[in-house]
T-cell receptor
């Protein structure tokens, strides 16, 4: 099993550009989430999904869109990149959130210039 | 809203010694879970240990154990026989049971194990 796969691992964007961060899991997990990690801030929840076709906002959703058309994939879209979105982005998935915990991807380091 | 506070931005310990990382949280919920995650330089987030709030017994995983004080809303992590591979950022996290069940993280403690 590959677990949670995030692509790309690194990305540099210009202000105003759009892009999609990919996240895929092969564990048939229902629950998937996107977090961003900033220095001194810990991880903050952007969006999450409790199953295919169901998404909701987290703590810092502005500037990001998500969709969940399949159980396996949960892409994160940056609509118009801003320097404030420079961060490390983590995707995580869980079979049932608590008893099995969350499995995290290896992260995407995004720089917006 | 729940908050998680880790008051020690950085700590260091000698190899083979014991170190305790602090975490406090604020919540009005009675049914919740607490976690410690490790993030080594590889950036991977690794679950170290979890504690269910309704269980009085402190969780233990090999060299890692917690001291869960529910009334004081405290959840510290003790690492025994520290190893060089324990060098990492450690994050305390809270999850309310029911509802969105999202993870709320503290800002982290950077632990360095010295040879």
């Amino acid at each position: 099993n590959a677990g949670v796969t995030q692509t790309p691992k690194f990305q540099v964007l210009k202000t105003g550009q759009s892009m999609t961060l990919q996240c895929a899991q092969d564990m048939n997990h229902e629950y998937m989430s996107w977090y961003r990690q900033d220095p001194g801030m810990g991880l903050r929840l952007i969006h999450y999904s409790v199953g295919a076709g169901i998404t909701d906002q987290g703590e810092v959703p502005n500037g990001y869109n998500v969709s969940r058309s399949t159980t396996e994939d949960f892409p994160l879209r940056l609509l118009s990149a801003a320097p404030s979105q420079t961060s490390v982005y983590f995707c995580a998935s869980s079979r049932d959130r608590v008893d099995y915990g969350y499995t995290f991807g290896s992260g995407t380091r995004l720089t917006v210039v | 809203a729940q908050t998680v506070t880790q008051s020690q931005p950085e700590m260091s310990v000698q190899e083979a010694e014991t170190v305790t990382l602090s975490c406090t949280y604020d919540t009005s919920e009675s049914n919740y879970y607490l976690f410690w995650y490790k993030q080594p330089p590889s950036r991977q987030m690794i679950l170290v240990i979890r504690q269910e709030a309704y269980k009085q017994q402190n969780a233990t995983e090999n060299r890692f154990s917690v001291n869960f004080q529910k009334a004081a809303k405290s959840f510290s992590l003790k690492i025994s026989d520290s190893q060089l591979g324990d060098t990492a950022m450690y994050f305390c996290a809270f999850m309310k049971r029911g509802g969105s069940e999202k993870l709320v993280f503290g800002k982290g403690t950077k632990l360095t194990v010295n040879p």
